[in-house]
């Protein structure tokens, strides 16, 4: 990978990014009245929309460890995420502050785990747009992350429909049995596509070694 690489992709990125963001948080009120949610359900959906933004500022510091093949180095932000979440979420809602301990431990778990990412793999920050690398990363990237999008409309959007008709607590349920019954998929698949897809692309050219 070159810098422009890099760039092209951080500056795509963030652009399609923010602009998710802005629409977000626009239509946030909107939204909060459609589904009947509390002021601390609407801050937490900001907050959500928020973290959209942080959380697009990780991925190259992770593509970079993903490409080396250095998951014992990727999963330690995650780790120090996932401790700061859970002690400060069960804290602030023992401390009595309901739906918004999840703002809250969302928002700084998220925050303070950016800088390990930059530590463990440095990146200077830089914008630019090379329409050759733009091209590229377009061609192999749409197809690529289709699936993903398909999945949001087909898994996701499902949802928003649900609400309406069995309420926020049904969806907690439907969300909760969904996420038993496609644990041991996720977690074989995820797992495995995870390791193959850098270790595959690096040895791509090998074809004797890829076999």
Known sequence: LEDIDLQTTF???????SIIVIIGLYFSKALASYFHLS???????????????ISSLKTIPSILMERKIQFEKQILPQIV???IFNILVVFLALKGLGVASF???FLVSAV????????????????????????????????????????????DFIK????KTIGLEGVGFLEWGQRWAFSPFRFIVDSVTKVTFPAFARIQEEKEVLR
């Open 11 to 17: 500056t795509l990125q963030e652009l399609l990014v």
């Open 39 to 53: 002021i601390d359900g609407l801050w937490l959906f900001r907050t959500l929309i928020f973290l959209l933004f």
């Open 81 to 83: 995420e996932s401790l």
């Open 103 to 105: 703002s809250w431990a």
């Open 112 to 155: 303070a785990s950016l800088p390990i990412y930059y530590y463990l793999a440095p990146w200077k920050i830089g914008f630019k747009i090379d329409k050759t690398v733009v091209k590229k990363i377009l061609t192999f990237g749409t197809p690529y992350q289709l699936k993903s999008i398909l999945g949001v409309f087909k898994d």
């Open 160 to 163: 928003l429909y649900a609400t």
